[in-house]
């Protein structure tokens, strides 16, 4: 989905009605220090305004880096980042008030301050006027179930409320940009469940733009339109979340169970064993669902006790890895 949004001033037509992305990096790279290899590499990203974006890759890849320059809080060596149309080097306090981000592994609050004394310091940060603040800090501490705690210490909190607390600061003013980088981290099933839900009603109902970062299979397939992955600093993917779905789901992944440890199983060709306390367990990625039932009378032929068949859902690291090996750009 797709707004029109009013370009800012400064723009190259300004005044103009124009689909103005509410992400946009050229040519962007960081290297850090007197390394003399750049962790983000000359990557190019649009992402439309209203969109949940996934920007994903394996540990060390260049997502964080990527971030923290969108957010200002690092310098590019060079190209160029635009929130909203607004250069984030260039016009500094125009692009605070584009986006609000909970950045990943640091302090997002202040955890000597209470859930309630943070939202209002937050809000106070963004020029909010004290009622407007507090309003917000009700809804969003009711809406993340956090209201009962409001006056507790955040250090004293769990790491999930913790969490909780960090991406009400970050929607405090209700931006049109949100940054979240492993928003749903550390959190319990119930509590991932919660910020899932907040951030499709923030993309869905209210055109919110969600650039957020994720290891979890679960939170792209359910929230992201559109996903990039990028590794060792280059973007390797960038393409709608189905389509990167769906180049992993035509070869399914089985794995087959067997009794004892059976490493020396002759298997058909595709499939792998490895043994795991006392069981052996058999995987393969198969195009025709024929070559497991061939597996499975192999394996009575050496008769060995199956235990289990099931069909894995791929995860991704299978889909980084699927992309090392044959990298796709839309
Ligand atoms: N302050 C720093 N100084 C030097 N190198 C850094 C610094 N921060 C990150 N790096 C390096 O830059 C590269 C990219 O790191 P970055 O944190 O951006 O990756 P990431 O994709 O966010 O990884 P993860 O999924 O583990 O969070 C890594 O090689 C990292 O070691």
Redesign the pocket.
Known sequence: MSTQTQAPAGSDRPGAVTATPAIEISGLTKT??S?DTP??NNISLSVPAGTVFGFL??????????IKILAGLLAATSGKTLLNGYDVTRRRSATMQQFGAVL??SRNVYWTLSAWQNLLYFGRLKGMRGADARDRAEELLKGLDLWERRDEKVGGYSRGMQQKVAVAAALIADPPIVLL??PTIGLDVEATRTVMEWIRTMARDRGKTVLL?T?QMNVVEELCDRVAV?RK?EVVADLPTDQLLAQFRERDKYEVRVEGNLPELSLPSGFTARSVEGTTIISGRVSDPQQVYTLVDRLRDQHAVVQSLSQVQPDLEDVFMGLIKAPAHD
């Open positions: 850090y220090g390394s962790s983000v890759g394996p540990n060390g890849a260049g997502k964080t880096t990527t990943e592994g980088d492993e970062t290891h990028i600093g």
